[in-house]
């Protein structure tokens, strides 16, 4: 795709992303995506020969394949969200097999799902398309609803259907948070004595976070350092919402922050408070993917493509974009998914 094709698709963003140079923390400090990627964050590392294949099977893979960047397709709202919800724009998505035909067409990395889709797919599929067991889940059916992630299966079932990684969710800020951090480090911990790597959905839940009719659940400075527990207890990759502000810290006035969060190492444009949250994955040794966000239909690829380039350009590695592309008839998925994976290959698309 042409840098025109994706300026035609930022709109009126276009400027404000593709022309912005970063002056907060310097892109010589950062650890960036390199065909090497993977080795030169892990290759001294403790991670074993055997987590070193998994990932170098999931930098390996599809369209962004020797790159250092990464493009999963994640689906597991169907516990998230539930099916209906989730799957009734477009039905064929309640057969688990087109998920995975999706994530191989749109040429993936990797696909990131339940153990159920995983498991009902695996001989069929796990030795074409690296799969991402999410080992826990927020169930909805429960009335009134909770707000919890809870364990579905375990990390030697994940292993044991062919998966070269697992996922978890933790909601950082919320009141089970310390029983999710001491359950996900150890299934981390189980993962990558099996030789498989980690991916940590880095989540903030917690109403306080609201404050005079302002959202921080998104703010660079908190998703910040939910980054940085993540990467604390072996993350090899961070899942993070892409932010919206800062200053939840100085908003809702708890813990501990420096002005410099706000003056020095962070501006309003959304490339460096993304560069804030991936300076907190060990200044991008661990890789930082952004999730893609609800799917709004008309203004999707045009989203896609702003996500995109805000990750790029801040260091990130990647994109994990699941309900813009399953949502959709499978020609437009593909669509997306190729669209996201254009401009982590734009050689005009730099690092700010």
């Given amino acids: 795709m042409s840098i025109s094709k994706i300026t035609e698709l930022l709109g009126?963003?276009?400027?404000?992303?593709?022309n912005h140079t970063s002056k907060t923390i310097?892109?010589?400090?950062?650890?960036?995506?390199?065909?090497?990627?993977?080795?030169?964050?892990?290759?001294?590392?403790?991670?074993?020969?055997?987590?070193?294949?998994?990932?170098?099977?999931?930098?390996n893979t599809g369209r962004l394949a020797n790159t250092g960047y990464v493009s999963i397709l994640p689906v597991d709202q169907g516990i998230e969200h539930s099916a209906g919800a989730s799957f009734a724009p477009n039905p064929d998505y309640f057969?688990?097999?087109?998920?995975?035909?999706?994530?191989?067409?749109g040429g993936c990395n990797a696909v990131a799902s339940t153990f159920g889709v995983l498991a009902s797919n695996s001989r069929k599929y796990a030795h074409r398309i690296p799969f991402i067991v999410k080992l826990n889940h927020n169930e909805?059916?429960?009335?009134?609803?909770?707000?919890?992630?809870?364990?579905?299966?375990?990390?030697?079932?994940?292993?044991?259907?062919?998966?070269?990684?697992?996922?978890?969710?933790?909601y950082f800020g919320s009141p089970e948070s310390d029983r999710q951090i001491v359950e996900v480090a150890q299934a981390f911990e189980r993962a990558h004595e099996l030789g498989m790597a980690t991916?940590?959905?880095?989540?903030?839940?917690?109403?306080?976070?609201?404050?005079?009719?302002?959202?921080?659940?998104?703010?660079?400075?908190?998703?910040?350092?939910?980054?940085?527990?993540?990467?604390?207890?072996?993350?090899?990759?961070?899942?993070?919402?892409?932010?919206?502000?800062?200053?939840?810290?100085?908003?809702?006035?708890?813990?501990?922050?420096?002005?410099?969060?706000?003056s020095e190492l962070s501006s309003d444009n959304p490339i460096d408070l993304c560069r804030?949250?991936?300076?907190?994955?060990?200044?991008?040794?661990?890789?930082?993917?952004?999730?893609?966000?609800?799917?709004?239909?008309?203004?999707?690829?045009?989203?896609?493509?702003r996500t995109a380039v805000i990750n790029k350009r801040a260091g990130g590695c990647g994109l994990i974009s699941g309900r813009k592309a399953f949502q959709k008839p499978r020609?437009?998925?593909?669509?997306?998914?190729?669209?996201?994976?254009?401009?982590?290959?734009?050689k005009e698309v730099t690092i700010a």
């Fill in 12 to 18: 009126s963003h276009a400027d404000t992303l593709l």
């Fill in 26 to 59: 310097s892109k010589d400090r950062l650890h960036l995506p390199n065909p090497n990627y993977y080795l030169d964050s892990f290759g001294m590392s403790n991670r074993n020969s055997q987590v070193l294949r998994s990932l170098g099977q999931i930098f």
């Fill in 95 to 105: 057969d688990p097999e087109n998920i995975i035909k999706l994530a191989i067409d």
């Fill in 140 to 170: 909805f059916l429960s009335y009134p609803n909770r707000y919890n992630q809870i364990m579905f299966g375990s990390v030697d079932e994940a292993w044991n259907l062919g998966a070269v990684a697992v996922g978890a969710t933790i």
């Fill in 199 to 262: 991916v940590l959905w880095c989540y903030l839940r917690n109403n306080a976070y609201k404050k005079d009719g302002v959202d921080y659940h998104a703010s660079a400075d908190l998703t910040g350092q939910a980054n940085h527990l993540g990467v604390t207890i072996q993350a090899d990759i961070i899942k993070q919402k892409l932010p919206e502000n800062n200053g939840g810290y100085t908003a809702v006035n708890f813990g501990k922050t420096h002005p410099k969060v706000y």
């Fill in 276 to 305: 804030y949250q991936l300076a907190n994955c060990y200044m991008g040794k661990v890789g930082l993917i952004n999730s893609g966000g609800e799917s709004k239909g008309a203004t999707d690829l045009g989203d896609a493509v």
């Fill in 331 to 346: 020609n437009e998925g593909v669509e997306l998914l190729n669209t996201i994976q254009d401009v982590y290959l734009s």
